[in-house]
């Protein structure tokens, strides 16, 4: 058994990745880091180290317990490294932008001072 895998095959075969394209391009477009620090494709990792992998905008963190060179079922691919992903933060209560229907034209000068003062902006002197 090998000590080191390439990041790309590793991702891919612990299902964090669809297909191992996924991964190297996920590389190549600086959302994988190993130790803090960006990696290629091809990077090495091995048993130990930490994978920052960036989704959605926000950071998965998981650190490799196994390697893996093809690809596994979920149940042994979850065996294969230990998720220490923190909890997204909670919603926030967001208030809906008002929308207008669709083919309602142009508002008028009293619908968009209205509009403006929802978004909290001071109208313009008219």
């Known amino acids: 058994m090998t000590s080191t895998v390439r990041i790309d095959s590793w991702l891919w075969a612990v299902r964090v990745y ?46 490799v317990t196994r390697l893996a060179t093809k690809r596994m079922g979920a149940q042994a691919a979850a065996e294969c490294l230990i998720d220490t992903t923190p909890p997204p933060p909670p919603r926030e209560e967001v208030a809906l932008a008002p929308t207008r229907d669709r083919g309602a034209g142009r508002p008028t000068k009293r619908e968009r001072r209205d509009l403006e003062k929802l978004r909290g902006r001071e109208p313009a002197d008219d």
């Not at 190993?34 to 048993?47: F, H, L, M, S």
Request: proline letters at 2%; glycine letters at 14%; aromatic letters at 4%.
């Open 18 to 63: 669809k297909t191992r394209s996924m991964a190297t391009t996920a590389c190549r477009g600086g959302h994988v880091r190993v130790g803090g620090e960006r990696v290629k494709a091809a990077y090495p990792v091995k048993i130990g180290d930490e994978v920052r992998i960036r989704e959605h905008g926000f950071d998965r963190i998981v650190t």
